[in-house]
């Protein structure tokens, strides 16, 4: 993840995906564990490949040491940044279910959660569904320049119910710079 992270914060550095309205999306796959300390992993030499019944296959390398308070800096510091979890496995723990769930918290994210591998799809596409129907709403509508106008805008999300209000105001003669935070 933290090797993630610094991927996005690269982009953006490059003006990539660094506009006013964008959004950075990661998507983490785990089963609440540390996995990787069957080898040291701290010499960036050291690299090679795994292989799960010829189904799965993956290549690593090492990294520096990282906390998991790390992490959740790196990810504070990136408010574009969206981290959602998706944790997988029949045996996670709390411990590990309660930093999934607070890693996706902390970039205003989404945790998902499911047993086995049999519904990975089905939460992919939760994931999906999440960011690709982030969206832009307009609405015009003659105001009165001399008068200061309140507004609030309300959101819902349809599978989990969670809601949110925003109030703000403005001018009909205020600069659309000036409405922008």
Known sequence: MHYGIGVHEG???????AGQRDQQVMVVFSDGDDNHSFFDNRDP???GTGNLNNL??????????TTLDDIKTRIMANPDLRVYVIAFGDNIGEEGRIHLREIAQ???AQYFSGGGGDNLGQL???VKREFITMQTLGVETPLDPALAHNFSLRTE?????AQGTYDFGLTANQAVEACVE
């Open 56 to 65: 799965l296959f993956w290549n690593y390398t090492g990294y520096a040491n």
């Open 45 to 47: 030499s050291f690299s």
């Open 11 to 17: 982009l953006y550095d490059q003006g990539i995906a």
């Open 124 to 126: 992919f596409n939760s």
């Open 106 to 108: 902390l970039s205003r």
């Open 157 to 161: 999300h349809l599978a989990s119910g």
